[in-house]
Every structure is written in C-alpha cells, then in structure tokens.
C-alpha cells in the first residue's frame, strides 16, 4: 500500500513537471555601464537541434528606478536557416499612466518580458541569431541594465 502511494505521488510530480514550460535558452546580457547606444545590438546566438517542436521567444528587459521613460521601443532582428532576414519595431511599456513601474521589482531593479514569438515553429535546424537594438529618440538611453533572450519549449 505504501509502495502504491509513492508511485502514484511520483507519478503525478512528474505529470506536473512534465506539464510545465522548460526553458531551453536563457541568456542575458549586460549594459555596459547602464548606457545602450542605439548601434549597441545585443546578439543571441541560439542553436536549434529540433524543428518541430513549438517555441515562445521572449525579450527582457532589466532597467533601474532611474530610467527616463514609461516605454521601450526596440528592434528585434532574426536570421537562420530557412529564414529570411527579418526585422521588426517592438514597443515594451514599462510605468502605468500614474508613473508606477510594471513588472517585477527588486529593490531599485525592474523586468520586463515581452513575447516575441508565441507557439513557434523554426524553419529548419541549426543556428539562429537574434539581435536586439534599441530604437529610442534619446542616444544612449540610460539606467537599462540587461537585455535577455529565453527561449520556452511549449
């Protein structure tokens, strides 16, 4: 009976586990002194072994108190195998209208996430780089941190 009832919970935790978003990539990369000049990409090289199974990309954002503006526009850009060489303009708000700071905070830290791709499909295998640049009226822009790419088996 107790054999029974370890199996049975073992089961359901890894039913649980099995069930849950696995990160596949997660890297961040620092601002050099909180400073992100507009020429400034942030590169992610990422190598993909499996191109039938569906991913979410996802873009962070670390910034501190002291950042200047309730938003982030941004560039993201894409090449790999199969792929066109794409780029996209983003805009990630990070402040509320009445000047309070969204996402997760720390102290004077903040982070965002953004969705860059929802349920997607890579092309072919091998090596995809995306790049992340700042697309802001103000150069440098100041007080952003770490740019992040995690990229979630779905």
């Given amino acids: 009976m107790i054999l029974r009832k370890k199996v049975v919970g073992f089961s359901l935790l890894f039913f649980m586990l099995a069930c849950t978003n696995r ?80 996402g997760k905070g720390a102290g004077n830290l903040y982070e965002n996430k953004f969705l860059l791709k929802e349920n997607y499909i890579f092309p072919d295998t091998g090596t995809y780089i995306f790049e992340i640049e700042q697309n802001m009226q103000e150069n440098p822009i100041r007080n952003v941190t770490d740019i992040g790419l995690k990229i979630v088996i779905d």
């Fill in 23 to 102: 990160p596949f990539y997660d890297v961040y990369q620092s601002i050099e002194n909180r400073q992100w000049h507009r020429h400034e990409k942030q590169v992610f090289q990422v190598h993909i072994s499996e191109n039938s199974t569906p991913y979410d990309v996802w873009v962070y954002l670390r910034h501190t108190s002291e950042y200047n503006f309730a938003n982030l526009s941004f560039l993201s850009h894409e090449t790999g195998p199969g792929l066109k060489n794409t780029s996209y303009k983003h805009e990630l708000r990070l402040a509320t209208s009445d000047g309070r700071w969204t």
